[in-house]
């Protein structure tokens, strides 16, 4: 092989007369909003009522000013029409996306603090009951409440004032400490495939992450479909004390004995890990296939005796289980002893975090209802993880690759809830101006329709929707306000009374209404309660999945025409007509329709907004060419000045790693002499195609060509081998960098690298692992974005009388 570049086939793009209109002039997310710039061309946001928040996966710095931070709160309209029907003519959801314990960063502003115990009175309105905020107005002997604008003769100190819009009020300490309950499915069909090992060994190497470590306790149990087995150590000796009847379950022995401080007995919690894996390896190592006996209670059963394990102290039970496609949560008996334990759970401090590895259905889990599988996380403000595992007994290069992958995934999941401040007895309430109605909580529960719900404890990403109404009208400018209560206790075991306040303002002009849509916030509503639809009861028939999102499109197509009629200015309606704020919006719902994928819809439900853009528009970039050509250039929209980006090197300005260009999501995009990275807010995806320059195998993977990875077995670019010569070169280095920032972008939870190897022979059979992300090209029988913009215009031109 030389080292020239090879002409490949491209058979695999599309002809560019196949398509309606030129694929690269239509509105797409690009390398010109990746960074989020104001009117002083600076990447700061100012919380000013009725500015429009960034981006959610762009990078950005807050200064909290009049609202709270839109890492917290982001409204999917921040004007509001003046009355309810035109709110309903224009078929967009009225609504706040809410993330109340998100991480900040360092750059933002901290969230202030006010210690009650130092003679500080929350000040609050005897009529709505809010809480002082920044948007009271004082007067020499009253104050005037923003929410439902009573006046209150109270006086009101000047230190009492409160500047900022949100708020941490110290209440009090309590004497709450974190306690973990890992409860692992040891099964022979778990034991066989490496996961009972692999959790062990995880938590073992996870050991010295634990938030607030000196005060953290953590217990270990272990179960079949037989027995539970409570394993504790007792000076130098391991003990174990089992539960025999697996449908009789409870917690045989005192929590004082079951739990482990992990500050103070590290060595003795690694010694029962060790002695845990040794006692299952010796009972399965001379068993090769063992029959699944099948338990439609054990999920429960399991569960139950876990709660009553922590019940005493509260904490999070973390289930280790393989799903088991009999269980149904809908039967009349299962159903009542659901909703009495997570009603335990709410009233004791307890949460729920499951790791569902699905090893039996081979993939075909397109019927498993997730919202009802995952009820017990969701209602008591847990996660909810599933993984795939259907390859795990293949040899083949892909399918290792990504079973690799998953297990580092689950190694991350375990990470990504003990190591960060977790919230327990968690209370969110609710106070919105007396002109609107809130009809609808939506999140991965069920949904709510009170204004005050709880759960038994939270992480940082938990998130969900408030669905408003208008049941009087407006007058242009008026503001409409929100104020979220918050009540918690963190890991050290402070409670705090946590603010959060927002206002949105009253708009006639539907030109200005629509101007200041908030795309994500927009798009991450209208996708909850799409998928509420399709997951609880999952629809496996392509025909009957089509007609689940024909009215979606009618609204979709309505709110334009909406627009158009009584909003736009243009006359020419010979083009598309989209309105700026909304221009994502149908690439993000084309590619939502078009993947059939259950667990993709639910993830839609539970993740944060900026993963579920990032899944719903990946980020595509290539990799090979940024080592002849370390600089680009891209044209500031705004002032049209030049800005220089250096791949893969710090932007010292923004402190920030410049990524490459980026990519359209489509084959077009692909040549097999190149290599590309596509981050889906899950996994960062590399995809290595053959014909690359000798020299990019060479410093990226220290081999000589293509061919000369795949018999090496390569599956990681980040190679830690001492005797590897290439690691401090630059181009690897750099491609190191831009990973991280893509998981910086993520919060920091870290996202596995899968390492995908791919040439022309194997395109027709691996195409899948890459083409799935390619969401701008036909894929499981929907249309191309190009072609869906065209229909939608076409619709549109219908609708209206020239």
Known sequence: MNSNKHNTSQKHKIKRENYQIDPNSIPRPNAFNEIYSNESKEPIYFSFINSIPPFSSTFFKVIESENSSCRFIRSSMTKIPVTQSILQQTHLVFGIYFQPFTNIPK????????????????IRCKNCRSYINNKYTFGSKNFKCNICNSLNDVFVDESNIINRPTIDFLIKKTDFKPYYLFMIDETQLSFSNGLFSYILNSLNINLDNFHNIENSYIGIVTYNEKEINFYYSDKDEIRLVKVTDINDAFCPIDSKKLFCNIGENKDKILNLIEKITINITNKFENIKKQSIK??????????????DSLIEHGGRLLIFHNYNNDLNLNEEGLKDKTESLI??????????????????????????????????????????NYYPLFNVESDNLFSNIEINSTLEKIHYDINSIISVNNYYETKFMIRHSKEIDCFEIIGSFLNKNQEAIEFGGCSNDISFGYIFRLIDNLISNQRIHFQIACLYIDNYGYQYLRLFNYTITAEEDINKIYSSLDIDAITKLTLIREVRKSTINPIDDPDKRKKEYTELYKRI???????R????DDKDMSRLILPSTLKYFPIYINSFIKNKDTFYNYQILSLPIYSVIKMLYPKFYRLDDIQNDQTYFTTNVKDKTLIRHNIGYLNEKLN???????????????????????DDGIYINIYIFEYIEFDFYQNIFNCHDWDDCIKNYITSIDDDDENNNNKNNDLKQRILNIITELRNENYDKIQPVRLYFLNERTWKVNKHIILKYLIEDNYNQYSNYVDFLCEIHRDIQKKIDY
């Open 557 to 563: 197509v309505e709110s334009f025409v909406f627009y």
């Open 656 to 678: 920030i790693i410049e990524k490459p260009y980026m990519l359209r999501l489509s084959k077009d995009s692909i040549d097999f002499d190149s290599a590309y990275l596509i």
């Open 343 to 384: 009603e335990k759970c709410n009233n004791n401090k307890i949460t729920i975090d499951q790791f569902i590895y699905d090893i039996l259905s081979k993939g075909k889990y397109d019927n498993i209802n997730f919202n009802l599988f995952s009820k017990f996380s969701s209602e008591t403000g847990g996660h909810f």
């Open 107 to 122: 750059y933002d502003d901290e969230i202030k603090k006010i210690d009650l115990s130092e003679n500080y009175n929350i």
């Open 294 to 307: 099948k338990n439609n209670f054990l999920l429960l059963n399991i569960i139950q005796s876990g709660i």
């Open 565 to 568: 009629k009584k909003g736009s």
